[in-house]
T-cell receptor, first 113, second 109 residues
Framework: EAQVTQNPRYLITVTGKKLTVTCSQN?????MSWYRQDPGLGLRQIYY???????DKGDVPEGYKVSRKEKRNFPLILESPSPNQTSLYFC????????????FGPGTRLLVL | ELKVEQNPLFLSMQEGKNYTIYCNYSTTSDRLYWYRQDPGKSLESLFVLLSNGAVKQEGRLMASLDTKARLSTLHITAAVHDLSATYFC?????????FGKGTKLTVNP
């Protein structure tokens, strides 16, 4: 089944404890992206990647890192999480470009205490 | 800066009624997407509108795009409870999608 998977789905952590949210797609898509969804603010892009080893900042990149060492994987790293990073995170992918239809993962709900 | 505005943001309607959700955007775009999100779930692609005048229909939902007016509509016909969800429109801008804030639709028996 063609899909985008994320792990973990739910995570409670404490301020400053490094964490990684994994994202994987099995559709051989070139483009991958991370969004966060917050009440009243909608979905905002954090980072995106056009291809292996090519990443760029979205609208809200502060406090996050990403890497794209393999085409299928695009992990989101929070080196020192803070409470304002409590959010619902979605990974998405599309065949070639960010302006195409993007297919979303199931989401990761993160709570930073 | 591209702004995408949806209205209404909240919509409570009775089963069997019709209604339209509007999506306005501030800069030129040749395409627009509609997504559906159920509570606690991910976003599911509903419609891809790729040109001016494009119209797509699926069941009780019909979406259209007017690129000259920078407006898309999502029309609901004879609503049923299963349509209760949040609906987002999204417009591409460079390498991302810019989303509206979503319309939370509740269909009451």
């Amino acid at each position: 089944e063609a899909q985008v998977t994320q792990n973990p789905r739910y995570l409670i952590t404490v301020t400053g404890k490094k964490l990684t949210v994994t994202c994987s797609q099995n559709m051989n898509h070139e483009y991958m992206s991370w969004y966060r969804q917050d009440p009243g603010l909608g979905l905002r892009q954090i980072y995106y990647s056009m291809n292996v080893e090519v990443t760029d900042k979205g609208d809200v990149p502060e406090g996050y890192k990403v890497s794209r060492k393999e085409k299928r994987n695009f992990p989101l790293i929070l080196e020192s999480p803070s409470p304002n990073q409590t959010s619902l995170y979605f990974c998405a992918s599309s065949p070639n470009r960010g302006r195409e239809t993007q297919y979303f993962g199931p989401g990761t709900r993160l709570l930073v205490l | 800066e591209l702004k995408v505005e949806q209205n209404p943001l909240f919509l409570s309607m009775q089963e069997g009624k019709n209604y339209t959700i509007y999506c306005n955007y501030s800069t030129t775009s040749d395409r627009l997407y509609w997504y559906r999100q159920d509570p606690g779930k991910s976003l599911e692609s509903l419609f891809v509108l790729l040109s001016n005048g494009a119209v797509k229909q699926e069941g009780r939902l019909m979406a259209s795009l007017d690129t000259k007016a920078r407006l898309s509509t999502l029309h609901i016909t004879a609503a049923v409870h299963d349509l209760s969800a949040t609906y987002f429109c999204a417009v591409p801008r460079t390498e991302k999608l810019v989303f509206g804030k979503g319309t939370k639709l509740t269909v009451n028996p």
